[in-house]
């Protein structure tokens, strides 16, 4: 085959990109979208870097695909495709796909506002807002997420010593709080932030080992947030996250705010019922909830929940053309 058409529908959650591949995705073996996402990476990996690097992606560049639910129950399965691979889980990638598959009707949900959606992470619930056939937010129930470990140290260029905490809200993030020899975000730019995670986190990942209990496919730190002052003084905190190769999540990052929740409900910053105002690093929020509190092995996880928006722009029909030296795509 030398040219394969994916028609997809691009958006942004909270100024994050999100790309739902509607048609061209491929068939994939599995009993869940665990399984699932590991057939997808063996074969189908091409898809995934061909729409999401450059020529026809960029550094931030994130998407989905749709499949059938596993269990009838639930309403529709998800794969998670961005530039890092394919995320267990991600927030804002689910904000921007419920959306999209809602205005664009490919989704038919059993009870009109509310979506059982299984990603390779876990089963997580929806429920979404509309006015005038527009979706106008949607709160997702993630799955659980705890307090993995504390007070870690790492050596970063030009800082120094950091300390750090890990937690997992979907995906396992290394959290760097303000400290002595890091005052916040609003100190640095992006680039810098950029520049030192890609460091920090080949260290992290070489000193330590972060494992899901229920399923050892999920591993490794893979993102750093980085934490500092709000804007908005009503905020309960910002946050910069840092992804793939060369990303900074533009929206305040679903699975990081899930994570960094759980990291404050362990240290007793938060308790269930509690909200939680998260901005991004342009200043968008998310807003989150622990909306319970529950044992997974032997950690003391909370289920947080995450709500904002995400706005449709474009519809993409894409060719991945084995002719084009850049089919499958390039990251500088
Ligand atoms: O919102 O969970 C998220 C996410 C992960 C990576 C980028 N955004």
């Known amino acids: 085959m030398d040219s394969k058409s994916f028609f997809c529908v691009d958006a942004h959650t909270c100024g994050n990109p999100v790309r739902l591949v509607a048609g061209g995705g491929p068939i994939l073996k599995g009993e869940n979208m665990s399984e699932k996402r590991q057939h997808f990476l063996r074969e189908y990996d091409w898809i995934r870097t061909g729409l999401m690097f450059e020529p026809r992606g960029h550094d931030m560049m994130s998407g989905s695909i749709l499949y059938p639910p596993h269990d009838p129950e639930n309403d529709i399965a998800v794969l998670f495709i961005e530039t890092s691979g394919c995320l267990p889980m991600c927030g804002h990638g689910t904000i921007g796909t419920i959306t999209i598959a809602i205005e664009e009707g490919l989704i038919q949900p059993k009870i009109p506002g509310v979506i059982r959606m299984e990603a390779p992470a876990g089963l997580v619930l929806i429920d979404y807002q509309e006015k005038d056939n527009r979706v106008t937010s949607v709160k997702l129930r993630n799955v659980p997420a705890y307090l993995a470990a504390e007070n870690l140290q790492v050596e970063c260029p030009d800082l120094g010593m950091l300390t750090f905490d890990v937690a997992y809200g979907g995906n396992f993030y290394a959290i760097v709080d303000p400290q002595e020899n890091f005052k916040g975000i609003q100190d640095f730019t992006a680039s810098q932030l950029i520049s030192w995670s890609q460091v920090i986190r080949k260290r992290i990942n070489a000193q330590y080992n972060f494992v899901h209990p229920q399923d050892a496919t999920i591993n490794g730190c893979s993102h750093i947030l980085w934490a500092g002052d709000t804007i908005d003084p009503s905020s309960t905190a910002r946050n910069a996250v840092f992804y793939g190769d060369k990303a900074i999540d533009r929206s305040p990052c679903g699975t990081g705010t899930s994570a960094r929740m759980a990291q404050w409900y362990a240290k007793g910053k938060l308790k269930k019922g509690d909200l939680f105002i998260h901005e991004s690093i342009i200043g968008s ?36 053309d084995n002719n084009d030296p850049y089919a499958y795509g390039f990251q500088v």
């Not at 044992?295 to 029909?317: F, H, L, Q, R």
Request: glycine fraction near 8%.
């Open 285 to 320: 929020k998310f807003t989150g909830k622990v909306e319970d509190v529950v044992k997974m092995d032997k950690y003391d996880a909370i289920i947080p929940s995450i709500e904002g928006w995400a706005k449709v722009y474009g519809y993409n029909t894409i060719k991945i």
